[in-house]
């Protein structure tokens, strides 16, 4: 396989500068080299790297714990389907797994976590031991990762493992601007409060102190499509955090659609530069500024608040179009930030049909009742008002 031999490449670098003797053979190198990788074979095949290739969780008070993500990318020259995934070690343990059973295509990535719970001080070390093969079939693969990490006595007096876990345990409450996150109250003791933390593109910000009766919290504010992190933490009336790091990252869904409330105005003018003065004080008041073009006229249009599915989106803007057909035809003709917009470039004598859709940081959702949204409106002749309430 190309990686090997590149790996036994530098392998023979390394025994040149050192002056190793007993560097003669690829066995030697894949024993040198750490066991990066290992296999029952010695042909060309898929090889899993992990990102990052080992952990140390450091300090780690006996009543909480830390998380890890693992990312594994199949940097062969093949197809991966992964078997078994397993961890050895006291206080290791696999927190969620999307690595087992899967093929993993070449560039192609999976996840897994894993979890460290000490239950006694002093140092710990273990292994996750990843096994795969080609996607079809053959050679048998093994990937190490160590592990390691110390329990230290914890200062606080109570116990709390963080959010609850499980399928379904936050993202069945989840929308395109919120979620409802749950855990369970600690064991052993009382906490004073706790806070979640929520990370988005490397921004990470904290809430207010959250009642230690509380095992839920709702999260608002939320963008759609988009990958959050939140972790929680249990803290002593002095402040002191017991130290729990549980996290979970999922992202936020789009919005399937939006429902059109209804118009809620409407006003064309045709106008000329001769009846300028002559303009209604009702135009007036509607501030419609009649155009200055001879065979233009002008057709103010408002409308009501859309709705969305599911709920959570607010509208940041409208795209209006106009056609010449009902139902077909329509073009692009502006945007606005408000419920309203006014089209100075119709034709006097001339009937049009508008439409309107509602934008969320610059992505346009179409309504569910889009025909709901189209309006007919015929512009007057010259001199003359048509006002729809």
């Not at 939140?230 to 009336?237: H, L």
């Not at 409308?303 to 509208?315: D, I, K, R």
Request: a neutral charge; one cysteine or more; glycine letters at 10%.
């Amino acid at each position: 396989m190309k990686v090997r031999k590149v790996y036994f490449n530098i392998f023979l670098i390394f025994c040149a500068t050192y002056a190793l003797a007993a560097c003669s053979k690829q066995s030697d190198a894949d024993q040198l080299l750490g066991g990066i990788f290992s296999s029952s074979g010695s042909e060309a095949g898929p090889l899993l790297l992990s990102t990052p290739s080992t952990k140390d969780f450091g300090s780690v008070a006996t009543n909480s714990n830390s998380t890890q993500s693992f990312t594994l990318t199949n940097s062969g020259s093949v197809n991966a389907t992964t078997q078994t995934l397993s961890v050895t070690g006291t206080g290791f343990s696999i927190f969620q797994n999307t690595c087992t059973g899967v093929t993993i295509k070449v560039g192609g990535t999976c996840t897994f976590t894993i979890l460290f719970a000490p239950s006694t001080v002093g140092a710990k070390t273990g292994t996750t031991v990843l096994t795969y093969t080609a996607a079809t079939g053959g050679t048998s693969y093994t990937m190490s990762i160590s592990l390691s990490g110390t329990g230290i006595s914890s200062s606080v007096a109570f116990s709390f493992f963080g959010f609850n876990l499980g399928v379904g345990a936050h993202t069945s409450s989840l929308t395109p601007s919120g979620v409802v996150l749950n855990w369970a109250l600690a064991t052993g003791g009382t906490p004073a409060y706790y806070k979640i933390t929520q990370t988005v593109l490397g921004v990470s910000t904290a809430t207010n102190a959250i009642a230690a009766s509380r095992t839920t919290y709702n999260i608002t504010g939320l963008t759609f499509n988009t990958t959050y992190t939140f972790q929680i933490n249990a803290y002593d009336a002095l402040g002191v955090s017991d130290g729990n790091s549980n996290t979970i990252t999922f992202a936020t869904p789009n919005a399937t659609g939006s429902n059109f409330s209804g118009w809620s105005d409407l006003i064309a003018t045709g106008t000329t530069v001769t009846n300028i003065n002559a303009i209604s004080a009702a135009l007036l008041a509607a501030s419609v500024v009649p155009s200055l073009a001879t065979t233009n006229a002008q057709v103010k249009l408002a409308w009501e608040l859309f709705t969305f599915t599911p709920a959570g989106p607010v509208a940041d803007g409208y795209n209006i179009y106009r056609s010449l057909t009902s139902g077909a035809g329509f073009a692009l003709i502006g945007t606005s930030a408000t419920l309203t917009y006014i089209d100075t470039t119709p034709l006097v004598s001339t009937t049009y049909y508008y439409k309107i859709q509602p934008t969320i940081l610059g992505i346009e959702y179409t309504s569910s009742v889009a025909d709901d949204s189209e309006i007919q409106v015929f512009v007057p002749p010259a001199n003359m008002a048509l006002v729809h309430r």
